[in-house]
């Protein structure tokens, strides 16, 4: 399939570079490893990472699914925009024992040679690239025909899907062309995108247990001190501060909403769990 985006170069580089900027606020590499440390390795486990295989994870952060890849003795290659992630993910990769290469690259245009991998992934990451057909198109491009395409991504429904939904009356309308990261968690915007690329797509919901915290207002100030598309939000709000208290109140509901009937904010977060092979 091809892009039907009408952005311009000017306008793309502008928006690449607001992309890094908003993650490399806060500190992503918290919630990496304080929230969500399971998810890496269940893409690894579903798209059966042995030491014989060249890996590639797009959007990589700080290394989820990459440092369990490696760790499985294939040779790895952790590629991301934003440099500041990738170089926490060096340090967490040193700390673990374990060798791969990182590489700063825009996952709509990867410096890589066709074919180059016998596996493509991507943990919640490559769902955050404005252009989707784009990124599915070099998904499929660097993986080699009869290699394995798997993907993490976060849900529409699920809360992180439903966070977003929340914050989007609060921020800056996207530029034109940008499509909205949660669609990546629909199975048939997924297919939709890989069409005559792969077969054997198979995708499940699945949910992972966030239990780190004792209230719902516990989740909130850790999102608005640690998570970079939260922090941006609130930022565009620093002019209007009845605006930023309104937001605070609706993503309190959903926290509530999201824990309810349970004595802690312990929550299940939905994300699409997705392998498919190269044709």
């Known amino acids: ?106 996952a709509e245009a990867l410096p890589f040679e066709s074919g180059s991998f016998d596996v493509v992934m991507s943990c919640v990451g490559v769902m955050f690239a404005p252009h989707h057909q784009l990124t599915a198109n070099e998904l499929v491009r660097v993986c080699r025909p009869g290699g394995t395409i798997g993907l993490i991504n976060w849900t529409p429904e699920g809360f992180i899907g439903q966070m977003f939904a929340t914050m989007k009356p609060y921020a800056p309308p996207p530029p034109p062309g940008a499509q909205p990261p949660p669609l990546w968690g629909r199975r048939e915007h997924v297919e939709s995108l890989l069409e005559g690329q792969v077969h054997g797509l198979e995708a499940e919901r699945r949910t992972v247990r966030i239990d780190r915290f004792d209230e719902p207002g516990d989740f909130l100030s850790y999102f608005k001190t640690n998570y970079g598309p939260t922090i941006a939000v609130y930022k565009s709000l620093a002019a209007t501060p009845e605006r930023a208290e309104a937001l605070d109140a609706d993503l309190l509901a959903l926290g509530k909403e999201f824990s309810a009937g349970n004595d802690r904010a312990v929550m299940d977060w939905e994300y699409l769990l997705v392998t498919a092979r190269r044709n």
């Open 1 to 106: 399939m091809t892009d039907t985006t009408t952005t311009t170069p000017d306008a793309d580089q502008a928006l690449k570079a607001k992309h890094r900027t908003m993650w490399a606020q806060g500190n992503y590499t918290a919630v990496a490893t304080e929230l969500i440390p399971s998810l890496g390795p269940v893409l690894v486990r579903q798209c059966g990472i042995t030491a014989n295989h060249r890996v590639l994870d797009v959007a990589a952060g700080t290394g989820n699914a990459a440092i369990p890849a490696a760790e499985t003795g294939a040779s790895v290659t952790a590629s991301d925009l934003t440099p500041e992630l990738l170089e926490s993910g060096k340090r967490i990769a040193e700390s673990r024992g374990v060798n791969l290469d990182w590489a700063v690259a825009d």
